[in-house]
């Protein structure tokens, strides 16, 4: 699995440098894309015309062609996440185990607006190869996926997938319990953002903690403090017996 992470200039000493030592070197291989030379030793592409959260949908375009055609063959799977995103990424690798990468498959948190199918939010998605490959042979067609500004990357990745039957499939585990969030937990303690979580999601809604997985992929909003916090909760912290 190729983990591709989506970051900037402001963020590279802080959030970006912390997702790689806390969960990007988990991956199989790291790559960050960005608006200009990151300083210290990762691998990484830029798009210095790119500079802007509204050049989202072209920068995407040419990071996933880019990632097709210098990796084809490499990996079975394709992780893309925000440099805010907290990425269980043992839980991602046990949950793909039991899907064919050779057939179209989108993963991510599934809403219910924009697309009659829904589509998956930006903040972290996995591709299989076969999907990244639908998708960047449908942007060399104009009439299908054309390119323009627009910061929604993640809606019109999907729409353009949808045009030729590609949609989210369903990454809830076996009780309703969704794997991908796409804001922070406690974010949903507000009340307002939860009867907007009723309205949009494409399945239905919990309710927070409820909807949260024990088998969680990724999370999101996420500040460096708590990334590393998280992983020393997870990996680091022991029930002592004394």
Known sequence: MLCVIHTA???HDTLAKT???????????TLFFTDSP???EVPHIY???????????????NVMRFVYHTTLGKYDWY???????F???DNAKKFLRRYDPAKNFLFGFRWGFFEPK???DGSTYVMSWKALESFVNITYDDNLCPEFHRAEEDQELSRCLAKINVTPSDARDYQGRDRFHQ???EELNDFGRTIFMNRHSYYQFLGYPDHISPTTIGLHHLSPYEMRFMDFLVHKAKISDA
Do not use: M, Q
Request: charged share 35%; hydrophobic share 40%.
């Open 79 to 85: 992780l893309r996440a925000d440099d805010d995103a």
């Open 118 to 120: 829904g589509f998956a």
């Open 38 to 40: 990151i300083d210290w």
């Open 47 to 61: 798009f210095p015309r790119f500079t802007t959260r509204k050049h989202s949908w072209e920068k995407i375009r």
């Open 183 to 185: 804001f922070h937990p």
């Open 9 to 11: 200039a402001v963020s």
């Open 19 to 29: 997702v790689y030592d806390i969960w990007g070197k988990k991956c199989d291989d």
């Open 87 to 89: 990425v269980f990424v």
